[in-house]
């Protein structure tokens, strides 16, 4: 089932360019970067939603609108099947769409970004962890 993707809005991606992220996750067609929310955006419920930047250059993936515009298209549509169950919710992913991701087979492309949401889903829970450790060693 498709559910609506929920974008970030350009005056949001300052400030995320601006944090290091240790959630990443590189394959053939794009790479991902999660960023957990440190406050929580109006009208979005942190345990339920998530938003998502799709990002794609002229210069890494086409000069023509066509190409860029139909990658990220084939991206979008198989993150809106994918994210919604089984990436962490209460983040922020950009999403850097490479010129492989024009050609491949569908099937490859969703096995790639299940790939990418179950690395996140992972090392965000390992994150996590550290946190309440480093909290409890501290106190």
Sequence with gaps: MTRKVIGITSTFLTNIFSKPSRLQSKHECFSVKAFPWSTIPQGLDPKKDFRVAFIT????????????????????ASVSIVFPDMAPKGYDYIIYILPSSIPIKWEK??????????????LSRNETIKSSRSRTTQL
């Design 57 to 76: 250059s002229k210069k890494k993936l086409s000069k023509l609108a066509v190409h860029r515009n139909r990658a990220e298209r084939r991206v979008k």
């Design 109 to 122: 492309l969703q096995s790639q970004v299940v790939q990418a949401a179950s690395r996140i889903h992972h």
